[in-house]
């Protein structure tokens, strides 16, 4: 049994990963790797802490001897990297965390596997030589677009924010492991993730819960901001895709093709709820309130998801009609338990 290396297994997006990938593949050992800051939990892999093929380990990846120590312990066969600072509005306050754990974390990763995989420059040793570093990032890295375009996996970056700038030093540090060592790498960029399990600071959570406790919904600035919106475990099954089956060297954009402002977003979580728990008096858009926009917010992302499409045959199951559905559910019976 292959012994898999998942950082950030309890995150969000990590963790609805985690319970994919052990449910669907047994021939893999998942040791998940998270520090359990405030993004993850270990009840979002509660499904999975009894599988005979998953074990966690609670650690950071910014410590280099202690993940020397576990990639030698472990001899990982591969690594499937989510761990990262990502809520940029803590960026805006505290940049030095992102820094330290997107770049710095990456750096201590990537750079275990090279030692332990390869023997020199283009020369992996022969129990790793199918080894696979596969680095999650964002669309954020491509900075914003006007009215009109999409982000392809040429768009040259241009990231705005301190977390979107880290990301994109984490994306370039293992393009060079790729370029300079040979090392077998690929790198998937996402639209915006929704669904199960998010953190509840974010947008969609935040929304559904403020409808639920009765209070203001804060919306940034006049609302307009645009996002493409990617049900979770579609994204996840297309990280699936590109683990197994990407071109080394190369980035896959992933993204839902379902482009929604904020303003439509809140509108139609509201509707919904309008409808499945009614408010004892008024409509929940009656809480719709406007807040300052922060520093430096993109007007819109939008992915161009057409190389994961056709290269490996990707498509998105849900969209944002179904997938908002099954997330209002998945949060009603978690904030009203």
């Not at 919904?217 to 049900?231: A, E, F, S």
């Not at 979770?232 to 080394?248: A, Q």
Request: proline share 4%; aromatic share 12%; hydrophobic share 35%.
């Amino acid at each position: 049994m292959k012994n898999i290396l998942v950082t950030g297994g309890a995150g969000f997006i990590g963790a609805n990963f985690v319970v994919h990938f052990v449910n669907n593949y047994p021939e893999y050992n998942v040791v998940n790797l998270d520090l359990l800051t405030y993004a993850g939990d270990l009840e979002n892999i509660k499904e999975v802490e009894n599988a005979l093929n998953y074990e966690f380990v609670q650690g950071d990846i910014c410590d280099k001897p202690f993940i020397d120590a576990l990639f030698s312990k472990y001899q990982f066969a591969n690594v499937i990297h989510f761990a990262a600072e990502s809520h940029v509005d803590n960026s805006i306050s505290g940049p030095e965390a992102f820094v330290k754990t997107n770049v710095l974390g990456t750096f201590n990763l990537i750079d275990a596997a090279r030692k332990l995989w390869m023997s020199a420059p283009n020369q992996y040793n022969e129990a790793f030589k199918t080894s696979r570093f596969h680095h999650i990032s964002t669309d954020e890295v491509y900075g914003t677009l006007g009215e009109e375009g999409l982000f392809t996996e040429t768009t040259p970056y241009a990231p705005n924010s301190p977390y979107s700038a880290s990301k994109a030093s984490s994306d370039m540090l293992v393009r060079s492991y790729f370029h300079t060592y040979g090392m077998n790498v690929v790198t998937t960029n996402c639209s915006n993730n929704y669904g199960p399990k998010q953190h509840d600071e974010k947008l969609i959570p935040t929304i559904i819960r403020k409808c639920i406790e009765g209070q203001n919904i804060p919306i940034y600035g006049d609302g307009k901001n645009v996002r493409d919106w990617l049900y979770v475990l579609d994204h996840c099954k297309g990280i699936e895709l590109v683990f197994l089956k990407g071109r080394s060297g190369e980035t896959y954009n992933v993204g839902g093709r379902n482009e929604r402002n904020n303003l439509y977003i809140v509108n139609t979580i509201c509707e919904i709820l309008n409808e499945v728990s009614p408010k004892a008096e008024g409509k929940y858009q009656d809480l719709i309130t406007f807040v300052k926009d922060r520093p430096g917010h993109d007007l819109r992302y939008a992915i161009d998801a057409t190389k994961l499409e056709t290269e490996l045959g990707w498509k998105a199951d849900e969209n944002f009609e179904t997938g908002i559905k099954k997330t209002i559910d998945w949060y009603l019976n978690k904030y009203k338990n």
